[in-house]
């Protein structure tokens, strides 16, 4: 009865824990009525990780050498092979969910008259042990410029600890709760889109 009853407030904890973020930092989105169509482009310049703030360098680092120290060298090796592809994946979930819930249609490289340009700024990726997990949490700045001119910023949205779990259960791998926190972002930026089409 205990084991269960810490189980739940555990589960409740990791909710509230995890609460997604959005808001404008400038403009508003209404300058996307009447387009269908949306260019996305990833950022991971200055992305960060963990409460340490920690640079891409050195997380890939303390990565590493953590697999390396438990599974070998080859693991270490595979799971950054892994990394670069996940950062490819990370858009594709995003825009996959941003299209799922809105009108528009997103799409890296587009011919779109607007862009939006996903600057990750910090990811926790979040843990699973079993029956305990903890969510990875993203945070991006989707800045929307003009395709043609990236310099003209209509719209500047801050998203802080989008959630990235999946499912009930959890997820296993670092890098797949990572990508659903990007799918989450997507998820909630659609509503907005929405909102500022209409």
């Known amino acids: 009865m205990k084991t269960r009853l810490f189980l739940t407030l555990f589960a409740a904890f990791t909710v509230l824990v995890s609460a997604q973020k959005m808001k404008f930092e400038s403009g508003d989105l209404t300058f996307l009525k009447g387009q269908t169509e949306l260019n996305v482009e990833m950022n991971f310049d200055k992305t960060t990780f963990y409460n340490e703030k920690m640079s891409e360098e050195e997380y890939i680092a303390k990565r590493t050498k953590e697999i390396g120290d438990d599974k070998g060298k080859a693991e270490a090796d595979k799971w950054l092979t892994d990394w670069e592809k996940s950062k490819g994946d990370f858009g594709d979930k995003f825009i996959a969910s941003l299209n799922k819930n809105s009108n528009i249609k997103a799409a890296k490289n587009s011919s779109a008259q607007y862009t939006v340009i996903v600057e990750t700024t910090w990811i926790y990726p979040g843990w ?4 305990m997990k903890q969510p990875a949490k993203v945070s991006t700045l989707l800045k929307f410029v003009e395709t043609a001119n990236p310099g003209k910023v209509l719209a500047v949205i801050n998203s802080q600890n989008a959630p990235g779990d999946g499912n009930f259960v959890g ?9 659903e926190g990007y799918a989450k972002t997507g998820k909630t930026l659609a509503g907005m889109v929405k909102k500022g089409m209409k």
Do not use: K, L, S, T
């Open 171 to 179: 997820v296993a791998n670092n890098n797949d709760r990572i990508a």
């Open 128 to 131: 699973f042990a079993g029956v």
